[in-house]
């Protein structure tokens, strides 16, 4: 790339800022993003329901039997769910390059006055973006891609991206909600079991929030704190809950 | 917009064309997308786990004790996660901003290369381009923008979103998964209540679906019956492990 070539003469920390530049690309990945999801939701749901439970007074069984009922049915649904999303995703870009083409086809002096009008925004002329816009007009599939990227920001969708998504945020989640439900396996009193899934989730969320803020180029220490505090509130409001309930 | 105005003079099928396309705008809300993903996921996963309970034969106050825990705890989870989500996105932007100003100023030239190469990827030559840049070039701001939304595909974030989009996700979260719950506050045995939560969710999922499809323009029926198999899969799988689990 252009930018690149001429970024080599650059002194380091203008050449830094490049880098930084383009890692951000790199790390803002979409399995970074699904496994985030995956194991966000994992740590926090099942956690507070089997705290939920144990203030419900259940045993430790039933604990374990509603959360690993959780854990399936909570791993099928983002699953599935991302699964499908992603499906429409695609469908939905290839609907959108079908109506772009028709239009450029049945309307093209309409598309090229869009064209005009997208490097209007950006205070440039009629006589500077002219030649641009004439480029176009005589490239179709160039300006397909111009107006599919520009006029209606759709990236082009990756065809194995659904499955691959749907699986990573389903092991994710599956890997994140077993955690909290291990004390509950060898304790079989719950109210003794919650203390040490609660230190236990706990800890875990504090290093998953750390990674989730270092890989995706957020404050680490905050995004920890974050993390673990949404899952204490969750847990707390449905052990709360529980216990109004039942009692 | 230019477009439009020349819209008005096109015969009726060509008309169609653009009103679809914008209305495409409309249907793809992010509201609509957050109330999407809250009750897709409600009315699936305490669907499931009351299911997936009742296969272990616990009693009805202990499948509502659990689904109000989950409940309480999936829209907390959900809704905090989708706020720190939206706001991180707008973190993110911030930075990038500020990334892209320095890059400006520090490395005018690189950026300036970008900007060619941008231009460079639809077939248009540097003499077409030319202008362009250098009119940018005249124009820090609106380079800057152009940047942003072309270079890295990033749109100015709405600051109210964050907060909008968790009480939207919480919510239709909460008015998803109170749906299964419903039999079982009225059926003391879980056996019996089951199988009217199951009739009345299934129905549930099958509005829903039909109308996630029609709202994000999708095929509705392939919707509904997509939306209703991943319930029915994710409350099967649920029911079969609590069951193999506990007997």
């Given at each position: 790339m252009g930018g690149q070539e001429q970024a080599i003469s650059l002194e380091p920390e203008k050449q830094k800022l490049l880098n930084e530049h383009s890692e951000k690309h790199f790390t803002a990945g979409e399995i970074v993003r699904d496994i985030i999801i995956g194991v966000s939701d994992g740590l926090t749901v099942p956690f507070a329901l089997a705290a939920g439970l144990s203030g419900a007074n259940a045993t430790s069984s039933i604990v374990l039997t509603a959360g690993i009922?959780?854990?399936?049915?909570?791993?099928?649904?983002?699953?599935?769910?991302?699964?499908?999303?992603?499906?429409?995703?695609?469908?939905?870009?290839?609907?959108?390059?079908?109506?772009?083409?028709?239009?450029?086809?049945a309307v093209p002096d309409t598309e090229a006055a869009e064209v005009a009008e997208i490097l209007a925004q950006y205070g440039i002329e009629a006589h500077e973006y002219g030649p641009v816009v004439n480029a176009l007009r005589k490239n179709p599939q160039a300006w397909?891609?111009?107006?599919?990227?520009?006029?209606?920001?759709?990236?082009?969708?990756?065809?194995?991206?659904?499955?691959?998504?749907?699986?990573?945020?389903?092991?994710?989640?599956?890997?994140?909600?077993?955690?909290?439900?291990?004390?509950?396996?060898?304790?079989?009193?719950?109210?003794?079991?919650?203390?040490?899934?609660?230190?236990?989730?706990?800890?875990?969320?504090?290093?998953?929030?750390?990674?989730?803020?270092?890989?995706?180029?957020?404050?680490?220490?905050?995004?920890?704190?974050?993390?673990?505090?949404?899952?204490?509130?969750?847990?707390?409001?449905?052990?709360?809950?529980?216990?109004?309930?039942?009692?």
């Open positions: 009922a959780e854990v399936a049915a909570g791993a099928i649904s983002m699953g599935l769910g991302g699964y499908l999303a992603a499906k429409s995703e695609a469908d939905h870009y290839k609907r959108e390059l079908k109506r772009e083409q028709d239009e450029i086809i397909l891609d111009f107006m599919m990227k520009f006029e209606l920001g759709l990236e082009k969708p990756d065809p194995r991206r659904a499955l691959h998504s749907a699986m990573t945020i389903a092991i994710a989640y599956i890997l994140g909600g077993v955690v909290p439900l291990i004390p509950y396996m060898f304790i079989p009193n719950a109210a003794e079991a919650v203390v040490i899934s609660v230190v236990v989730t706990l800890f875990a969320l504090l290093i998953f929030g750390y990674a989730k803020g270092y890989f995706t180029g957020n404050r680490p220490f905050r995004s920890a704190f974050e993390t673990t505090l949404i899952g204490a509130i969750a847990s707390a409001a449905a052990f709360g809950l529980a216990k109004a309930f039942h009692a």
